[in-house]
């Protein structure tokens, strides 16, 4: 069945990178973008780009513009989420998405944790 | 950004009818319609329907969701308590070039 597992959460301070993982199964990994969706504690769900698996096209909301990078690695069927400069308003889940049309399956989260 | 707009909270009785709403502009719910996620506390989003009115397999038929206009709505029949969940609304808004969430709706089955 179509599956997305995501990399263990992780704890960072101020001013650090994170890269999170999506590991990608059950389907043709490079035929699907990857979004990237994020909730912060007890808040709702914020976009923040997609990436094109086949293409290595992105797309990026505003807000994260220059503090993001999305890749995707056809071999491994594996897409990455890298976020810099992190704030203590970074703390979140990050969800990686697959997009047939609609946001039809979610990744198990990975929550990171910006703390000094 | 500038986001869809959902109530807070909505309860309604077992067995009983909710009807949660969504509302955008000309620009994201009027334009390509909306797509409705079902979340329980500590799981990942899960995708209920899309672009209105379309289904994803082993989606209960109790669901069904619509838009009239720049609002969006999904209706629940016979309310379980496992409906009990944050549920949000998303839509692709041509104007910002950006996916845009509603703040969700928490909907308690009492």
């Known amino acids: 069945q179509v599956q997305l597992v995501q990399s263990g959460a992780e704890v960072k301070k101020p001013g650090a990178s994170v890269k999170v993982s999506c590991k990608a199964s059950?389907?043709?990994?490079?035929?699907?973008?990857k979004h990237w969706v994020r909730q912060a504690p007890g808040q709702g769900l914020e976009w923040m780009g997609w990436v094109n698996p086949n293409s290595g096209g992105t797309h990026y909301a505003q807000k994260f513009q220059g503090r993001v990078t999305m890749t995707g690695d056809t071999s491994i069927s594996t897409a990455y989420m890298e976020l810099y400069s992190l704030r203590t308003d970074d703390t979140a889940v990050y969800y990686c998405?697959?997009?047939?049309?609609?946001?039809?399956?979610w990744g198990q989260g990975t929550l990171v944790t910006v703390s000094s | 950004q500038a986001g869809l707009t959902q109530p807070p909270s909505v309860s309604k009785d077992l067995r009983q009818t909710a009807t949660l709403t969504c509302t955008g502009n000309n620009n994201n719910v009027g334009d390509q319609g909306a797509a409705w996620l079902q979340q329980h506390q500590g799981h990942p989003p899960k995708l209920l329907s899309y672009r209105n009115n379309n289904r994803p397999s082993g989606i209960s038929e109790r669901l069904s969701a619509s838009r009239s206009g720049n609002t969006a709505s999904l209706t629940i029949t016979g309310l379980q308590p496992e409906d009990e969940a944050d549920y949000y609304c998303?839509?692709?808004?041509?104007?910002?070039?950006?996916?845009?969430f509603g703040g969700g709706t928490k909907l308690t089955v009492l």
């Open positions: 059950g389907y043709t990994f490079s035929g699907y973008k």
């Open positions: 998405v697959r997009d047939s049309g609609s946001f039809d399956c």
């Open positions: 998303s839509a692709w808004d041509s104007s910002l070039s950006a996916w845009v």
